[in-house]
């Protein structure tokens, strides 16, 4: 069994995630709509882990209106190539890429996909560059719930998946396949945060920056 690749599969990325994630439509949007709140005229905003664009394209609407700067990140070759939505897409690697001060940063469905130590470094680096006023948008499968209703979430998370199309043979293969390069992320890794989204393993938070409203306190 060969590890999971997201090389050579921008043909199939957008059809295989809404069959994969039943609900991806409704928490891409809602990842769109929480972002608006916080981008502000001439904003700049970062999409994390971009594919093809998809979140790129429900932005659209607010980057245009307020005329807003979008950089979108991968580091697949092929998914850049295959970038279809505002701003501009550049290959590169979240976890080292240099950031500039920024409006909001979406990572739908990215995090699981980085190494522990990199991931938390990247938060760390994400919330020192993160303007007052901004958010992080952080939606991503998290560690399943302890004993037997962890069982419950995740039979859940794969009975949606045999509901939209998958086959079993699919499923389980792609699970196999996940092993040691999908790993589902520890809240305690992206607190202080607020959960805004939930669906058996997979959650959205919301993370803002530490106000001081009197910085010559
Ligand atoms: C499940 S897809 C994300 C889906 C996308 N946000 C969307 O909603 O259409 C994960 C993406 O993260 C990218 N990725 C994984 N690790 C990365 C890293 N270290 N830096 C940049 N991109 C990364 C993968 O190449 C892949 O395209």
Redesign the pocket.
């Given at each position: 069994m060969t590890d999971w690749t997201?090389r050579g599969f921008e043909g199939a990325f957008d059809a295989h995630?809404r069959e994969q994630l039943p609900w991806y439509e409704l928490a891409?949007d809602a990842a769109a709509l929480i972002a608006r709140h916080y981008i502000p005229k001439g904003g700049l905003v970062y999409?994390?882990?971009?594919?093809?664009g998809?979140?790129g394209r429900a932005l659209a609407g607010v980057l245009e209106e307020r005329q807003a700067q979008l950089i979108a990140?991968?580091?697949?070759p092929d998914?850049v190539r295959a970038y279809q939505a505002p701003g501009t897409a550049i290959c590169?690697?979240?976890?080292t890429f240099d950031y500039q001060p920024f409006d909001v940063a979406i990572l739908?469905?990215?995090l699981m996909?980085?190494p522990v130590s990199q991931r938390l470094k990247l938060l760390a680096h994400l919330r020192a560059s993160l303007k007052p006023g901004g958010c992080i948008v952080v939606f991503d499968k998290s560690v399943t719930a302890p004993g037997y209703e962890g069982t419950v979430l995740a039979r859940l998370t794969w009975h949606n998946k045999l509901q939209s199309g998958a086959t079993p043979h699919d499923v389980a293969e792609k699970e196999m396949k996940l092993i040691g390069v999908q790993r589902p992320i520890d809240r305690r890794e992206i607190d202080p945060a607020i959960e805004v989204f939930r669906f058996a393993d997979f959650g959205g938070w919301i993370i803002t920056p530490e106000i001081n409203p009197c910085p010559s306190a």
């Open positions: 997201f995630v891409s999409d994390i882990g971009c594919s093809t998809n979140v990140l991968d580091e697949c998914m590169a690697d979240a976890a739908f469905l990215t996909f980085l």
